[in-house]
């Protein structure tokens, strides 16, 4: 059985930039056709559509500089790389076609003023029609390349090269009906054109803001590392997984590994350093691992913190919404006893953390009154709790 191939950062880059030629020659091809047999019909959906293919030829530029740079190596001014430029570019191609639909928008609001009819030949139909095939090709070539490397941006260049198929599609009914519809069929295809290309643009703002803003990890990546990191002999529990992403496949984590606090401290060290290079290895994750004493050998504290998880559980299942627990100690004194913990919520506790922590209280105060609890309320950046 085979397994799919890890491109490294050079090969992304140059397997990128290829695609980004190929997407620049298509798509001024496409509007030097398009541009052309515009301005010979009077046609503003042609045009329209012909500038559409030169803001795709713009971003295929974009992107292909973005994927050279990205393979840029770290700096004394970008210890984690350059691999981020990818997303900068990205939203600087969104902000272009957005100002491009706008444009577009415009002017073909103003072609319902004008009284010139719109005449197509079956020959121009007939070109424009054949430039659905070039954008079916483009389509399935950046969908290939971009299952091939898991680049988001090429599979995403895939979907707009569909719907610039729509488009174009819309266009060449357009031809077909306006002998029958009248010359505003023109312009109103214009609008549903330069509409699509604003909501691509707003909806491209939007996805790659919330990328440079920082978005949750893949929540199958994140048990994959949970898995992996429970797989290993000693590891008791893990909590605090923080990832960082600083472009396609450039990950930097860390994470809180519980151990048995009476083992060895260093064969506890030498078996971090392991798991730490075995992430790097085998998922090329730059992991930090911080190591958490855990003791479980005193029965009497082990009662206690069962008997909390069950608290824990039940307040989860009470807010319908993901709570738990780690790093429990136990400090007995004579008139009372600390238990000191954290828990974990996600971002969507329908209550405060007070109002949380007042919940986890009052129920442990009902196993004993000389109960006090300590605690304190971590978020939890992966969107998953484990």
Known sequence: MSTKREYSAKERARIGRNAGLVG?????LLFAMKVTLGIFTGSVAVIADAINNLSDAGSSILVMVGY???AKPADRKHPFGHARMEYLITLFVSIIITVLGIELLTSSVKSFKSSESVTFSGITIAVMASTILLKLFLAVYYRVMGKRISSASLKASSVDSLGDMAATAAVVLGMVLTPYLGS?????LGCIIAVYILFLGIKLIIESSDTILGTAPDSQLVM???GKLRSYDGVLGIHDLVMHNYGEGRFFASVHVEMDADGDIMLSHDLIDNIEMDFMRDMGIHMVIHF????I??????SLREAVHRIIDDVSAALSTPVSMHDFRAVFGVTHTNLIFDVVVSSELPVSEAELCTMIKEE????DGSFNAVITVDRDYTSTIY
Request: hydrophobic share 45%; proline share 3%.
């Open 24 to 28: 620049i020659g298509v798509n001024l």
């Open 68 to 70: 050279i740079l990205s």
């Open 184 to 188: 505003y069929l023109d312009g109103i």
């Open 224 to 226: 994959k590392i949970v």
């Open 292 to 295: 958490d004493p855990v003791c």
């Open 297 to 302: 050998g005193d029965e009497k504290v082990n």
């Open 364 to 367: 442990i105060a009902k196993l």
